[in-house]
């Protein structure tokens, strides 16, 4: 699904214009990433949690020449779903 129907979804489930749904959005977004950047978890009501991890230096192999080279720390972004959400992706 596209930010566009996603929009149009919610404004019509809502009962509310496609344009005040848009900015709604558009604000979690803005929201969620400055979380994000500070470090912080976000609950998504229904669909899950937001969160950054710490992935350690680690060993990888160049696929082009095979020499092995260092890949330095790093934060990655993980969602834990919530449960409803695993159990709508489980339905028939």
Known sequence: MLKNDLIKRTAYVSGQTTETVRLVLTATAAVTRKAVSRGE????????????AQRGEK?????????????????VV????????IQAANEN
């Not at 993980?78 to 959400?85: K, N, V």
Request: net charge positive; proline share 5%.
């Open 41 to 52: 978890e976000v609950m998504l009501f229904g669909l899950g949690k937001i969160k950054v």
């Open 59 to 75: 060993r990888a192999r160049n696929i082009r020449t095979g020499e092995t080279v260092m890949v330095p720390p790093r934060n």
């Open 78 to 85: 993980l969602l834990q779903a919530s449960d409803a959400l």
